[in-house]
């Protein structure tokens, strides 16, 4: 059970420390976003380059953030279940959902993604913009790296869950 609840320890650190550091690149997103706001409003101008940072800003926040939001139980839910249920409901219901959906639909992305950021990283892919960022495989290799991140995080969660439903670990504050 210690190694257990070590991997879970090491998961969870790893995807705190991914989403701290994301968290910067929210900052950079503000500041992206509103200098084109600026140079559209104040000096009637706009950059493809500028314009296409910032929508590869949000996917990399989006993509490497889900683990962290994951961590956080801020995903998107059924709620008006969810809810009502006591701290073992809520953990049978985790760990379901981990098993059932989450690490399928993990490891399906991941498996086909990954060929897709592989070749666009051989063929060098920038943006078909004239003006736009030359180096489009940064932001599609955030994908399978990305989803890599939440399906660890759903291991976590689901052994978490599962330490809970054998009484071994209490669960978090607010029974969630």
């Known amino acids: 059970?210690?190694?257990i609840i070590r991997l879970c320890r090491w998961i969870d650190t790893?995807?705190?420390?991914?989403?701290?550091?994301t968290g910067w690149a929210a900052l950079g997103l503000v500041l992206v976003v509103f200098a084109d706001v600026v140079m559209r409003?104040?000096?009637n101008t706009s950059f493809v380059?500028?314009?296409?940072l910032e929508w590869q800003l949000f996917?990399?926040?989006?993509?490497?953030g889900a683990g962290y939001t994951?961590?956080?139980d801020?995903?998107?839910r059924v709620d008006i279940i969810y809810q009502r249920y006591g701290p073992k409901g809520k953990a049978w219901t985790n760990l379901l959902g981990v098993a059932l959906f989450l690490i399928p639909g993990c490891l399906l992305i991941i498996s086909t993604s990954w060929h897709f950021a592989f070749r666009s990283w051989v063929m060098g892919e920038?943006?078909?913009?004239?003006g736009g960022i030359p180096y489009r495989f940064i932001v599609k290799s955030f994908i399978p790296v990305g989803f890599s991140l939440l399906l660890l995080q759903g291991i976590s969660l689901g052994l978490h869950s599962l330490l809970q439903i054998l009484n071994i670990e209490k669960p978090k504050s607010g029974g969630d």
């Open 41 to 43: 409003y104040l000096f």
């Open 49 to 52: 380059f500028v314009q296409e």
């Open 126 to 130: 920038g943006s078909p913009d004239p």
């Open 1 to 3: 059970m210690n190694s």
């Open 74 to 76: 801020g995903h998107v």
């Open 70 to 72: 994951l961590l956080y």
């Open 59 to 64: 996917a990399f926040i989006f993509l490497i």
């Open 14 to 21: 790893l995807n705190e420390r991914v989403g701290r550091g």
